[in-house]
């Protein structure tokens, strides 16, 4: 008596177990996350090189090791999931990347200045260029260990200088 009710429910459970999934074949559905478009967030991005980006007054970006530095304070804004826009709150300039992989100060959005956040398995954020790639490889945002933008083209993951931090404002 046992035996077939158990054999039942096994044969019930297996029936509904593509319907759980989704769809009759068992694939996932894509997820959808229109919430996360145009969230904007306060951060100061802290450099596992031990560096706080900025922008200067003069679009000059690079790093600092003063934690309350004025132009320390980044907007990140969400363009769409995982693609976001870094501005400068005190100077007003985008953080952005030229086709060779240098990073500048742009006072105007452009494609240039659009990066894809990524969340390590470390727990710190790679941010990579949307629009330029070298050689087929993604270009890194990333501060070396005196503070200097490193070039994109000379960029990898698992560099520890592509490494971020948002430290919430206080």
Known sequence: MHGH????LACLLLAQAPRAAGTSSGARRPRSYPHLEGDVRWRRLFSSTHFFLR???SGRVQGTRWRHSADSI??????RVG??????M???FFVAMS????????RVYTVHCRFRERIEENG?????SLHWRHHGRPMFLALDRRGVPRRGSQTRQQHLST???PVLVS
């Open 99 to 106: 086709r060779r992989g240098r990073l500048y100060g742009s």
């Open 90 to 92: 005190h100077t007003g």
């Open 163 to 165: 490494h971020f931090l």
């Open 55 to 57: 922008v200067d007054h």
């Open 83 to 88: 693609v976001v826009a870094l501005k400068a």
């Open 124 to 128: 710190y954020n790679t941010y990579t």
């Open 5 to 8: 009710l158990w054999l039942g």
């Open 74 to 79: 980044i907007e990140i804004r969400s363009i």
